[in-house]
């Protein structure tokens, strides 16, 4: 069954990356939920995508120029055209006790492209830990060195290289680096391409799926999981097909 990922929580309805997006993932039935996660001005992991605060909250500057403590302050649905109140940037250890209650898969994409937050992959291995949840993470990231750190501290963690662009044989290139899955910007794999890596046992996520047609097509196609901004959609288009 192709798995689905709420892509920062149901971000197509609700204020990404905040709890109530990743309340509403859980209710409409995806199997997981898709965040990123940077570090505070005090080493606090906390989960938001860009590195610049503008686009999302009623601040702007960059996340690791506040405390989590100033973090906390800011409205995180405040850009947003629905009518949530003032929603809070979660942290990681938040959203991992949220967690413990239901059953949902977390992939976690570590934000260190632009800035290379020192000990970002051991804390959050380190939170991973803690919380036990060593089954049901998926940590991603476009700077493959960091995944390659995080496979050394924690080889029992899936590790799964982002990309944008074409990669010859990924599912080979994946292994090189002590991953196991493989997430493509959906441009970036083709019908073939995601039915090869899948028989060589590595599998395919791709991102961002929001277009029913492109849904029913990867789902037909048996791809192994994919990303969304609107996983209520997704998981209803699964279930029509199921009974087709």
Not at 73 to 78: G, V, Y
Request: hydrophobic share 40%; glycine share 6%.
């Amino acid at each position: 069954m192709t798995l689905i990922f709420a892509h920062r929580g149901s971000a197509g309805t609700h204020p990404e990356n905040t709890m109530s997006a990743f309340k509403e993932a859980a209710r409409v039935g995806a199997d997981g939920i898709e965040t990123d996660v940077q570090l505070s001005k005090d080493g606090e992991v906390v989960i938001i995508h860009d590195e610049k605060l503008d686009r999302t909250t009623n601040a702007s500057g960059y996340v690791k120029d506040r405390t989590l403590k100033e973090l906390k302050t800011l409205n995180a649905s405040a850009t947003h055209k629905g009518n949530f109140g003032k929603e809070k940037i979660p942290t990681l250890e938040e959203l991992f006790i949220w967690l413990t209650d239901n059953q949902l898969f977390c992939n976690i994409e570590l934000k260190n492209t632009v800035f290379l937050y020192p000990g970002l992959e051991e804390k959050v291995i380190r939170l991973i830990r803690t919380y036990g949840m060593e089954e049901r993470i998926i940590l991603s990231s476009f700077n493959h060195y960091s995944l390659v750190n995080c496979h050394r501290l924690a080889p029992e963690l899936e590790t799964a290289p982002l990309y944008r662009d074409g990669l010859y044989m990924p599912w080979i290139y994946a292994k090189a680096i002590g991953g196991s899955a493989i997430h493509p910007n959906i441009r970036a794999a083709p019908d073939a391409l995601i039915q090869s890596s899948v028989s060589m046992g590595v599998p395919v996520r791709p991102y961002t799926i929001n277009e029913e047609t492109e849904m029913k097509r990867l789902f037909k196609l048996g791809c192994s999981g994919i990303i969304t901004d609107f996983p209520e959609a997704a998981v209803r288009i699964r279930e029509e097909l199921k009974s087709t």
